[in-house]
């Protein structure tokens, strides 16, 4: 078989569950594109330079759990918004006389802001982010562009989160906005979920949950049934990896 004339890929480990690798091949045979999409299932992130090396046709990669902020140090330049995030989920290659550059973004910020805009309303004014990971961060950096005020949340009490156990009647009254970020609930193991106050939840509550398999999550079941509005990852996975797509062909 012929190889493509630019190959994409994903890093990451482990890639059990690789939806970037379907929709991006979908992509290119329904639009005669010459181009693949791999997994590159990496088990130590020192590894990338020797993707990079092995593989000339490569044009550009999508970055997952565990390496969003690992792979900032093999970077020549990184965007403003992902600098200030301190993550990074797609690399763009840029390719000149100099030879190559690469370039790291963060496509998750413009996924999750995309997705959640249409949703906020005048009374959603502060959000609690649950988790306080590389997505968390992402998230978390959306929600003050929109506007909002951000409390994260965590399992390990720090100067600036709270602790699942001792969220109040009164936090989830303050915050209007809650977004999971964390994997619980994620499938298989999808009879977990948040440990919050589930009961002080009302009609204004939006609550969203970056999760996409489960369709809906135990976070997302327990959110409906108190009355939240309630929205699951899925067009922010869309939306992100469309954001991936124009970042490296741009």
């Known amino acids: 078989m012929a190889h493509p004339e630019k ?7 482990p890639l059990v569950h690789s939806f970037s690798q379907n929709y991006f091949n979908q992509k290119f045979e329904s639009e005669n594109i010459d181009a693949e999409y791999i997994n590159f ?13 092995e593989n000339e046709n490569l044009n550009g990669l999508n970055v997952t759990i565990p390496y969003k902020e690992q792979v900032i140090p093999f970077l020549d330049e990184i965007d403003q918004a992902a600098s200030e995030v ?5 690399i763009k290659f840029i390719r000149g006389k100099d030879g190559l550059r690469l370039k790291g973004y963060n496509s998750d910020i413009i996924g999750f802001t ?4 249409s949703l906020l309303k005048p009374h959603h004014q502060s959000a609690l982010v649950l988790g306080t990971g590389g997505a968390a961060k992402a998230v978390s950096y959306s929600l003050r562009k929109l506007g909002l005020e951000v409390q994260l949340v965590s399992r390990r ?11 109040t009647k009164n936090d989830l009254k303050t915050h209007k906005v809650i977004v999971n970020t964390t994997p619980l609930g994620m499938y298989p193991n999808v009879d977990t979920c948040p ?3 589930y009961r002080y939840l009302t009609s204004q509550h939006l ?9 809906e999550t135990l976070f997302l079941k327990n ?28």
């Open 207 to 215: 609550c969203y949950d970056l999760i996409y398999n489960p369709d």
């Open 41 to 53: 299932e990496i088990p130590d992130v020192g590894m990338l330079m020797e993707v990079v090396a």
């Open 114 to 117: 995309d997705s959640i805009k």
């Open 223 to 250: 959110s409906r049934l108190a009355g939240a509005q309630v929205k699951n990852g899925l067009e922010m996975l869309l939306l992100q990896a469309f954001a991936s797509y124009s970042i490296w062909n741009q």
């Open 7 to 13: 190959l994409y890929g994903l890093l990451g480990y």
């Open 195 to 197: 440990d919050i106050p």
């Open 157 to 167: 009490k720090s100067a600036n989160t709270l602790v699942y156990e001792e969220l």
């Open 86 to 90: 301190g993550a990074v989920n797609v």
